[in-house]
């Protein structure tokens, strides 16, 4: 199953040529040319404009930034409507790649962390992130009354957990 998955799509979607983005699979493509470099949306197709001679390091900085920018499109209205609907006020909601984990809350500084990751992810994956981190503002452990949280929030959330657990945008994680 492990390996079906990894199969499904590949962790480095340079090498792949394919890359997942709010549950979608589409054909990322280089194109090497002069001017601005830039990610562009086409159909079904992730299109990284670079310089000709660009290495992998450079493009895949490109595409992280370019994903931490939908990441975040994505989830800075669900952040506004859950941080009303918890009481809570998180002091700053960053995206970024991330080893292990899918989010991350300090506590002591009310900082958000989403990792870029949750790009590939249907939407309903990252709500339950966002949920899960600002529930965290409110119950710093994963005790009881952090599950009752959550649970109110979002009444399906382990169906939602699991759903992170399935074909990511990389590598197989689990959820805190």
């Given amino acids: 199953a492990v390996r079906a998955r990894a199969a499904a799509v590949p962790a ?11 549950g979608t699979t589409l ?3 280089v194109a090497e040319g002069r001017g601005r470099e830039r990610v562009e949306l086409a159909g079904d197709a992730l299109v990284l404009r670079v310089r000709p001679g660009s290495g992998d390091e450079r493009r895949a900085a490109l ?9 975040l499109e994505a989830a800075l209205p669900l952040v506004e409507l859950w941080s009303a609907r918890l009481g809570v006020k ?6 970024r790649r991330m080893k292990t984990r899918w989010g991350s809350c300090s506590v002591r500084t009310g900082a958000i962390r989403l990792g870029l990751e949750l790009a590939s992810k249907p939407p309903e994956c990252l709500e339950y992130v966002v949920v899960h981190e600002l529930a965290h503002l409110l119950e710093p452990g994963h005790g009881p009354r952090f599950h009752a949280i959550v649970e109110r929030a979002l009444p399906d959330w382990k169906e939602r957990k699991a759903a992170l657990r399935g074909v990511s945008g990389g590598s197989h994680k689990h959820y805190k």
């Fill in 12 to 22: 480095d979607p340079l090498a792949s040529g394919r890359i997942r983005l709010r």
């Fill in 27 to 29: 054909r990322l493509e």
């Fill in 63 to 71: 595409l992280d930034a370019w994903l931490g920018e939908r990441l």
């Fill in 90 to 95: 998180p002091a700053r909601v960053q995206a």
